[in-house]
């Protein structure tokens, strides 16, 4: 079936750590790919997106993710987390009108 | 500028009660959206509505119903509640895909089904 798979259900970092969320997808084709967050108390906002052209994309807050189309995979990374970064992350896959998400990756950055 | 907005942020029914969860976005957005979001399974799609006046169902619409009231407008029903149904609601808009390329979102509603 098709679907969207993040490795890691929840993450403890400390502060200044680095960061690599996995996310792979299973949809054939071509694809739009995006990282959402979801700070606690919030909605979700847009984090970065992947479209074409260069496989390595720069959001915002230092985030950076890499398409790699071989792998069917779009990691989010960070060189060095802040308490500020607690928050879930979601994967996400544009197929046609329909958006699929990640079940989701639960940052905690301990001070 | 107040993007989506969602209403009620909190709602507790009981088996069987009926009720519409409200939505309306003001960026002149033609696709929304209503997703649902459980602990471990993330969002997913319950009905879009990809322009007004066209509703389709997505990955769970089961229970559910949606109507396209107007262009802002796209309202989430639940004819008789059930407590699966316990969940987070949020409802998101967008421009067609390669205009716009993000979905925004509304701050969610929390129901309860007793």
């Known amino acids: 079936a098709q679907s969207v798979s993040q490795h890691n259900h929840h993450v403890i970092l400390s502060e200044a750590a680095s960061l690599e969320l996995g996310c792979n997808y299973s949809y054939g084709g071509t694809v739009n790919l995006f990282w959402y967050v979801q700070y606690p108390g919030q909605h979700l906002q847009l984090l970065l997106k992947y479209f074409s052209g260069d496989p390595l994309v720069k959001g915002i807050k230092g985030f950076e993710a890499e398409f790699i189309k071989s792998k069917f995979s779009f990691n989010l990374r960070k060189p060095s987390v802040q308490w500020s970064d607690t928050a879930e992350y979601f994967c996400a896959v544009n197929v046609g009108n329909d958006m699929r998400f990640g079940a989701g990756t639960r940052l905690t950055v301990k001070p | 500028n107040a993007g989506v907005t969602q209403t009620p942020k909190f709602q507790v029914l009981k088996t069987g009660q009926s009720m519409t969860l409200q939505c309306a976005q003001d960026?002149?957005?033609?696709?929304m959206y209503w997703y649902r979001q459980d602990p471990g399974m993330g969002l997913r799609l319950i009905y879009y509505s990809a322009s007004e006046g066209t509703t389709d169902k997505g990955e769970v619409p089961n229970g559910y119903n949606v109507s396209r009231l107007n262009k802002r407008e796209f309202s989430l029903r639940l004819e008789s509640a059930a407590p699966s149904q316990t969940s987070g609601y949020f409802c998101?808009?967008?421009?067609?895909?390669?205009?716009?390329?993000?979905?925004?979102f509304g701050s969610g509603t929390q129901l309860s089904v007793l």
């Open positions: 998101a808009s967008s421009e067609p895909w390669g205009l716009n390329e993000k979905l925004f």
């Open positions: 960026m002149n957005h033609n696709s």
